[in-house]
């Protein structure tokens, strides 16, 4: 699949212009942080979102 | 300046995607043009958020009981920046975070309610990245600290990036390792009888100084893999997995549990667990104003749980500088195996909670965002380039309800 995509996509440098805004940015954002601690400790499910995965207590 | 100068180059190339509404954006730095520069603060971001949540099903009392909690939480992160004789660039980034909190349930780790209902927790980090100018892979480390009362953590990683020939996929690795301790505070109903009961989350308020609580270790192993591709001058993607696995104490000793005949223990959750969630993001900027912000993950874990999240968030750019973001993310699970609610456990089980957090049910969050990035700086304040603030509530179908408000100010 990695090669698949590298293969099919070449988009220029100089067409990268709406690509390169920051709130295209493939990351959360950071003022999101708290919310990702809180969501990581009343759920179950945590992960898969570049946020932690372990670490701290949550414990209230 | 530089994302001025970006915006220049950008302007003077994209004939064919001109927008007007591009100016706001933070091009890549072409590693290429680096010069060799000393160390220096290019970064300071500063993030604090309220947040309030209320509830019926707390973990202490057994499954019912308050969940009401605040917590204020601060976090400053300085990115400082250089290159060496390789014209690498060089990213240090450290980072401290300060939390208070009021959780009304964990007065009751005593059976009056005497416990105090407050604590804090602090968390320094730091992470050093070193990017190839020609290639643009990265490598680095990291660690991390948090400390609160009853919990300690103690973490580190390693993490290597690696781009394609055309800088149009990237290929990411992170491999995190937490060391953390459980300090052993016991219900005070359930304490065992070598426990001396000296601190203000026993019995005897905050008359101590002595205690032999003692503590039990949890780790946690994780392998992060990341893909991101540009598809087109409009859309990237990325795939994401995480690889968990957690062993050692993974219950909490201050959490009760009911069972079906009255009797009454403290929780008790396996000492392994192994999670496995994989993501996928979707961003698209369609026509020249607006962002659609797109993520799914799906969640499964050795205790039964099962998972999906799905988030949405447009993005629309009222100007080049201002941005208005509502969003909405759906989340559901499945119970895990050893859940169960308030007196409905049985006593011949193995392993048994009543923390809703493993329960059945379904949450939505959603909210709405603000950011302001104006080229002079906000507030015509060159030093401050970014603010943003976002508010979102929270409700799950356990009746558990919360709000958060968030902001961040980011300074070069």
Same mark, same amino acid.
Request: aromatic share 8%; proline share 4%; charged share 20%.
């Given at each position: 699949m990695v090669i698949s995509f590298a293969s099919c996509a070449n988009v220029k440098e100089y067409q990268k212009s709406r690509i390169n805004d920051s709130e295209m940015a493939l990351s959360n954002r950071k003022v999101e942080k708290n919310e990702l601690n809180f969501q990581s400790y009343r759920e179950a499910a945590s992960g898969a979102n570049a946020g932690k995965t372990g670490g701290g207590c949550g414990c209230n | &300046?530089? /994302? %001025? +100068?970006? *915006?220049?180059?950008?302007?003077?190339?994209?004939?064919? +995607? #001109? !927008?007007? *509404?591009?100016?706001? !954006?933070? @091009? #890549?730095?072409?590693?290429?043009? =680096? +010069? @060799? /520069? #000393? &160390?220096?603060?290019?970064? $300071?971001? =500063?993030?604090?958020?309220? *947040?309030?949540? +209320?509830?019926?099903?707390?973990?202490?009392?057994?499954? $019912?009981?308050?969940? #009401?909690?605040?917590?204020?939480?601060?976090? %400053?992160?300085l990115n400082f920046v250089w290159t060496n004789h390789n014209n690498n660039k060089n990213t240090l980034a450290l980072g401290l975070g300060f939390d208070y909190h009021t959780a009304a349930s964990q007065a009751y780790v005593s059976k009056t309610g005497a416990s105090s209902p407050s604590g804090t927790r602090i968390y320094p980090s730091a992470d050093w990245t070193v990017e190839n100018s020609k290639t643009g892979n990265t490598f680095g480390v990291g660690a991390y600290l948090s400390n609160e009362y009853n919990y300690k953590s103690l973490g580190a990683d390693v993490h290597y990036s690696v781009k394609t020939d055309n800088k149009n996929g990237e290929f990411s690795v992170k491999l995190q390792g937490y060391f953390d301790n459980v300090r052993l505070i016991y219900p005070s109903d359930l304490m065992p009888a070598t426990t001396v009961i000296t601190n203000n989350y026993g019995d005897h308020g905050n008359d101590g100084h002595r205690d032999n609580f003692g503590t039990s270790p949890r780790k946690t192993y994780n392998a992060s893999f990341a893909y991101s591709q540009i598809i087109n001058s409009r859309l990237q993607i990325a795939f994401l997995a995480d690889v968990v696995g957690q062993n050692g104490l993974l219950s909490l000793p201050f959490h009760r549990v009911y069972f079906s005949n009255g009797s009454d223990a403290i929780e008790k959750l396996p000492s392994s667990r192994f999670k496995l969630p994989v993501g996928f993001r979707a961003n698209y900027f369609l026509g020249d104003n607006i962002i659609l912000r797109s993520y799914y993950r799906y969640y499964a874990d050795s205790w039964g749980v099962r998972s999906s999240t799905a988030n949405l968030e447009v993005v629309y750019k009222v100007s080049p500088f201002f941005s208005i973001s509502p969003f909405y993310r759906y989340y559901t699970q499945t119970a895990a195996r050893y859940f169960s609610p308030y007196e409905e456990a049985s006593p011949t089980q193995q392993y048994f909670t009543s923390n809703y957090e493993y329960a059945d049910f379904h949450s939505q969050f959603f909210g709405v965002g603000f950011r302001v990035a104006p080229p002079k700086g906000v507030f015509g304040w060159q030093g401050l380039h970014e603010l943003e603030i976002r508010y979102g509530h929270y409700a799950q179908s356990t009746d558990l309800v919360s709000n958060v408000i968030s902001l961040d100010l980011g300074f070069k």
């Open positions: - | &300046m530089c /994302r %001025l +100068n970006a *915006y220049s180059q950008a302007k003077q190339d994209s004939t064919v +995607n #001109k !927008s007007p *509404y591009i100016i706001n !954006s933070t @091009p #890549k730095q072409d590693s290429t043009h =680096f +010069n @060799p /520069r #000393k &160390m220096r603060l290019d970064e $300071i971001n =500063f993030v604090t958020s309220y *947040y309030s949540q +209320n509830g019926d099903h707390s973990a202490v009392t057994g499954g $019912i009981g308050t969940e #009401k909690v605040t917590d204020i939480a601060n976090g %400053l992160d």
